[in-house]
Every structure is written in structure tokens, then in C-alpha cells.
């Protein structure tokens, strides 16, 4: 794994948007478009931006400039949208995903995060069960929740609904932020999933590989890395990750049948030998 690259991932100097357009250009370095893509992203957000900033500058009242700011979004701006049980592709490109108004849940995120900071708001990303969220402070006494793919907000009931299906100390009634690690790491397991699907597995591989620098020895990302040199017909490599799998995951179902597979291999090499 490139050293720079990991560096840059984990800076505290680069938001998380930018950190997204690093993920983009790793991953499908070998795309001779993707530079004319960035490009295109950032001068739409400029305008994006310009835009929303005009629509609420003659407003006082920083709770109807933030609902204001949401309905130019979402509604003149088309950034509504409904859940996917599956995303394209071209869903997690920061540009084409902007362009064609169809954003995978984390790119959203990013892109009307980075807007609504741009318009003067502090915003964030929470996580509300299921789902990482976006938080908009209108004040020091009222933020706004919602769901980025929707432009939907959660109400007071339906969050503290959610906020008990929470472990820990219930006494914590913070919502903290979550980092980029774990929006980087949420980003990059749908894009493998994404790409496994489409059988793109050279570039599902890598996205393995940013997570397991992210997450070393995660075995869950091991198995998947096995699976995937597996399908690229590197199966005597595939064998130490399924093996750590299997050892660090027991009573997993998928471990079972792996174990009866590898056991299968270890008996036919000492037959051999």
C-alpha cells in the first residue's frame, strides 16, 4: 500500500470529501477520464454553492435559513432521492455522482456537507441506527437531523427512538461525531460489495486493501480479500486469509464450510507428499 497515499487518507489537514476524491483516484487510477471528472465535480459545487448562499443571504432567522437551505438543495437542486438496496458504480464517483444527481449515501454526505459549511452552518456526521446521518446546528439550542439521501429529518420522537437502540451508558445523551475513518470505511465496504457484483474484482481488491489498512487483521475484510484472490486465480495466496478467517471466526457459518474446504486441501497435500 502507498505510503503517501495512506498519509494523506489519514490527515487531519483534509476533509473528508477531499479524502473521498484521494479513495476515487487510488482505486480507479487506470481511468484516463477521471481527472476531467474532478474537475467537472468541483466547478458544479461552486455553483451549487454560489447559489444556496444567495438564497439565504436576506434571511435572519438561522432556522428558516437552514430549512430554506434544505428545500434549495433538495428540491431546486435535485439532490432529493430515495434509498437503493443497490448503488451503480458510478454512484461513489464524487463527480459523476454529482453530475447525475445520484450519489451513493457517504458521497452524498460529503458533497452536502461540504455545501451547508460553505453557507456559514456547522455540520456533521452522526450515526443513528442504521444509518450515518448528517447534523446541521442551526444554534447552540437546535440542530436538524436527517437523512442525506433523502432530505428527510428525523423528529424528537423517532430520534430518541432510534438513540435507545444504542449500547452503552444511557445516561450519555451526546450524539457525538463519528470520524472519517469509519465514513471512509462504511464508504469503501459498499463500493467492494458494488464492485463484487459486477465482478470488477481487481478493483473490489483493492478497496480490501485500503480497509485493511484502515482496520488491520479485520476478519471479516480478510475473508473477502481470500475470496477475492480466490476469483482473480490467486487461490494458494487466498488460503492464509481464509485460514485467518476461519481461526479468528469460528462459529461463523461461512467459517464452517471454509474449515470443511481448507481441511479438504490439507488432506490431498499430504496424500501428494
Request: charged share 25%; proline share 4%.
Amino acid at each position: 500500500m502507498n505510503e503517501l497515499f495512506l498519509s494523506e487518507l489519514q490527515s487531519i489537514d483534509k476533509d473528508l470529501l477531499e479524502k473521498l476524491v484521494l479513495v476515487e483516484e487510488h482505486i480507479f487510477k487506470d481511468s484516463i477520464q477521471i481527472s476531467a471528472q474532478l474537475d467537472s465535480s468541483l466547478d458544479s459545487l461552486e455553483t451549487i454553492i454560489s447559489q444556496c448562499v444567495a438564497v439565504i443571504s436576506e434571511i435572519e432567522s438561522p432556522l428558516a435559513q437552514a430549512e430554506t437551505l434544505l428545500n434549495e438543495l433538495y428540491f431546486q437542486h435535485l439532490f432529493i432521492d430515495r434509498p437503493h438496496v443497490r448503488w451503480p458504480i458510478s454512484a461513489y464517483s464524487v463527480a459523476k455522482g454529482l453530475n447525475q444527481r445520484a450519489m451513493s449515501p457517504i458521497v452524498k454526505a460529503s458533497l452536502v456537507k461540504e455545501i451547508i459549511t460553505a453557507c456559514g452552518f456547522e455540520t456533521d456526521l452522526v450515526f443513528i441506527p442504521n444509518k450515518i446521518m448528517l447534523r446541521l446546528c442551526c444554534d447552540e439550542q437546535y440542530a436538524i437531523i436527517f437523512d442525506a439521501v433523502t432530505g428527510e429529518s428525523l423528529d424528537w420522537a423517532e430520534l430518541d427512538l432510534r438513540l435507545d437502540e444504542l449500547t452503552g451508558d444511557p445516561e450519555a445523551d451526546e450524539l457525538k461525531s463519528i470520524d472519517d475513518n469509519v465514513a471512509l470505511v462504511e464508504h469503501l465496504s459498499a463500493l467492494k460489495n458494488t464492485l463484487i457484483q459486477e465482478k470488477v474484482f481487481d478493483k473490489a481488491l483493492i478497496c480490501v486493501d485500503v480497509l485493511l489498512s484502515l482496520n488491520p487483521n479485520d476478519p471479516l475484510q480478510r475473508r473477502d480479500r481470500g475470496f477475492l484472490l480466490h476469483q482473480l486465480d490467486c487461490f494458494k495466496v487466498a488460503v492464509d486469509d481464509y485460514r485467518y478467517f476461519v481461526e479468528q471466526c469460528p462459529k461463523d457459518p461461512a467459517a464452517q464450510i471454509l474449515k470443511i474446504q481448507l481441511d479438504k486441501i490439507d488432506i490431498a497435500n499430504n496424500v501428494l507428499h
